[in-house]
DNA sequence: TTGTAAGCGTTATCAA
DNA sequence: TTGATAACGCTTACAA
């Protein structure tokens, strides 16, 4: 079981060449006379030959490997970040390692440790918090990194993001539009920048419609954000719609309603963040902001591979803009339960 | 950009030690003088050392690398197998490369390529087919191999599963408990065996009963699944419940129905498979088989690091049980719309 | 306890 | 076009 595989001499000496001829028919660098590359190709399958990274890494002294660290897997938005980013890098013939910081600054220290002992060509970081990792500023300069979703903290990083005001401010005038002025505004973590950034930009559109927003935080775990939720709603009113900031605060909001039996779009008006088959798999489909994902996934890609490619020059900081998908948990205030462009979707500049 | 990282080299001659020494404290193989292994770690410090896997890894010939290869991430379930995995492997000191098969014969050959590159010391995969790749037969006894979820086809190789048949069976059994005689069974892809299991253990239970259950095979998309269903249904009367076999078919299942405005366990009693919380954030809440997820990635890991250690002997084919989580969305055949044990949970052997 | 030196599998240089 | 050889950074006998 511990037996070495097949290396590049064992292909030379039973294919009859030497071990360099071996390593260009494999890297393809160096022309190789066809008849003997298929040869060559054929002994190798024969003996089960297989390229050893380690050694192709130790010796060439580049990877190409990109290394990603997301503060949670549980969280569909950035699994869909990591499938996107995956099938673009594959295509540029990179692989991607994924970490998971677990949404904990200790164990977030520890992946990157981790990820950067891959001597890694490039990386992409989502950070737990507005703050950069101290080893992040120390390698800027050793290879791309690309501060993905957050970081205010990101000076001199090239950056992408979306307008997180905008985006939720579009959901806000939404609401505005139909009427509502007592909007609560659900929010996961208020200590990230993002989100104080989301509460802000929606806040200011239902105040300037002479509306009162309030804002609740209640964590990113949905089972605990319902509860959470709940101890609000006990000690307050009802409002007239709720907006959610996130993926996960948005299923919070539902899982708090449902357990209450409110009829959404009839007692009250939703509009969720992201946009996954489960908002729109219910009676009342829900309204909600969608993040371009691909969008975001390319100018990550885009922005790194230059970088890889040697391309210097000043930081970039990409920001990019979100839609509103409307649907029927959003109804205008008369409550006459009469449902508004049901699939209109905006599109914006 | 492409400037090399600091080696041990520089640290042993900044430290004024030799090599091994530095090796010696960062491997903790061999005793160092804790003064003398306190200076070379701060000198590592200053002058930013990183520990170089590729250089490891070729030298000691083994790798603390797991890879593991699912047929798409695009699947909760798969998603978290893979999160409680890279948890288990991260405590043991073992990296998880995943990569992802997109359900597709083809890039499934080409990522199993990718990744035995990495000589990694073990593999979980989750095939896309019954059928197990021929690379990994041809590797088999070079590192070991567990085959997870599926693996009909996986003879002599360690395997996890839960036991199909019966994860349905226990679903159609609680509906025919309720009085459903007329069950329609919705499933992503009959193809594969495990669905095949579970569309027979479901079958077999309501026509025990006297019923009649129907198959409908609709894909692993949820959308196009939807759709599939949609037409089903233009051509069959709607029977009193649906049991969906995935977690992705319970999607399709719930968009179709929703958008015929048919009211869950009222107008139809429905039960989904895997239990995530957008399943119970609604008024009706899904009633579902719960795979029991923890379990299956202690199984896998534990059977994983067993061989790791060496040991040897005849494959294990573990063969997990699951529960069934009944909610409001399964009722009694009656229309009373009365909702039947709404939090009860079965626990199995 | 610490140092010296060989060698892991690959690529790159240079010579044939 | 092909081959011999050195070197990448690390671990590990073995020597000091």
Redesign the pocket.
Known sequence: MAK?PP???QVADAAG?????V??V??G?????PE?AEHVRAVAKKVGYR??RA??N????RSRIITMLVPALSDPFFISLVTELERRAQVDGYDIIVANAQDDLEVERRRIAALLSWQPAGMVIVPCTDKMPDQLLEVRNELPIVVADRGADAEGFDTVRIDNADAAGIAAKHLVELGHRNVLIVASNLSLEPIRERCRGARERVEAAGGTAETVEVGPDPQKGAEELARWLDRNALPSAILGVTDMTTLSILTCLAERKYEIGEDVSVVGFDDYPWMSARRTPITAVQQPIDEIAESIWTTLKKRLEGETGAPVAEVLQCDLKVRASSRRISKSGDPEGVTESRRRA
């Open positions: 070495r290396s590049i001499k060449v030497s071990i360099a001829t390593s260009n494999f890297s660098k160096k022309a190789v006379t003997l390229v050893n050694a192709s130790l010796r060439t002294g």
